[in-house]
């Protein structure tokens, strides 16, 4: 076995997005555009409505895959076709959009804390154009694993026998929300053609002989297994890795493509009131 280090360390930005939310973002900012197939990686974490309560009004996507995850709090998930999802904490909407969805992403709570994750995840060019799906599910739906030092929780892909419902079938992400207790450490394999990172949101760690703090990123290197031990005090981290799609990326706001043309397509369709064609076929188990 050869234990991932770290290839690259870097801090959350605070940036605004939506009608004025304000997110930590680490994937896809000027240190780190993206990692294949990871486009974005926004971590939302407020008890001040001012930060939150404008939310994600209607807005476009094409060529790509949102996932969401909820840690605290209540979002209502709507799209231009008549979907409606209904997002509470501990629960999951893994989103294609690939050919063109319309969608927005409001609070159900004026007071509180808000807080979860946005993965934005890259399509393949044969994949850019098809029919947008969405996978959701409740709290109940994500399997849990307990010991007395570690519990994880299994958005996507498997750990120690359990296997998530979402699934994500061309890039194979794997996704786990890892807390463990002072001192204690985590063990997983993941296959050596996988990118993958760490991104720590509660307390702080230790990747080999680095501290990681509290809203740090880790791109870890080749190898096939990842080890990460709790200092002092408890923490909590996102495990992800997925198969890069090794294909160039052109990227302007919400549209993911291949070449600077089908990003003009994108807009043309916007504007022109056809970019969703088809409705997304839904999945959840509410």
């Not at 296959?191 to 991104?199: E, V």
């Not at 870890?220 to 002092?232: K, Q, S």
Request: proline share 6%; aromatic share 8%.
């Amino acid at each position: 076995m050869k234990i991932r280090t770290i290839k690259q360390k870097l801090k959350a930005m605070e940036v605004t997005e939506g009608a004025g939310v304000s997110v930590h973002r680490t994937i896809g900012t000027p240190a780190l555009k993206n990692l294949d197939p990871f486009l974005l990686l926004d971590h939302f974490s407020s008890s001040d409505p001012d930060d939150y309560i404008a939310g994600f009004p209607d807005h476009p996507h094409r060529g790509f895959v949102t996932l969401t995850y909820m840690l605290d709090g209540h979002m209502l998930h709507q799209d231009s076709m008549g979907n409606r999802g209904d997002l509470r904490a501990g629960g999951a909407q893994w989103m294609k959009a690939a050919s063109g969805v319309i969608h927005s992403e409001m609070p159900q709570q004026s007071e509180g804390l808000m807080r979860g994750f946005q993965l934005w995840i890259n399509l393949p060019a044969a994949e850019k154009m098809s029919d947008p799906e969405y996978q959701e599910y409740s709290p109940a739906a994500i399997p849990l694993v307990k010991t007395d030092q570690v519990q994880v929780r299994v958005v996507c892909g498997d750990y120690n026998g359990q296997t998530s419902v979402i699934n994500d079938p061309i890039t194979r992400v794997k996704y786990l929300d890892v807390s463990l207790e002072p001192g204690s450490e985590f063990i997983y394999d993941i296959d050596t053609s996988f990118n993958s990172f760490i991104y720590v949101f509660e307390g702080d760690a230790r990747c080999g002989d680095e501290p990681v703090l509290k809203h740090t990123l880790l791109v870890l290197g080749d190898g096939d297994r990842v080890v990460i031990h709790a200092n002092g005090e408890a923490c909590r981290f996102v495990l992800i890795a997925g198969l890069p799609v090794n294909e160039p990326v052109v990227q302007y706001g919400p549209f993911v493509m291949n070449t600077r043309e089908e990003i003009e397509r994108a807009f043309n369709d916007y504007r022109d009131g056809k970019l969703v064609s088809h409705k997304a076929v839904f999945h959840t188990d509410h």
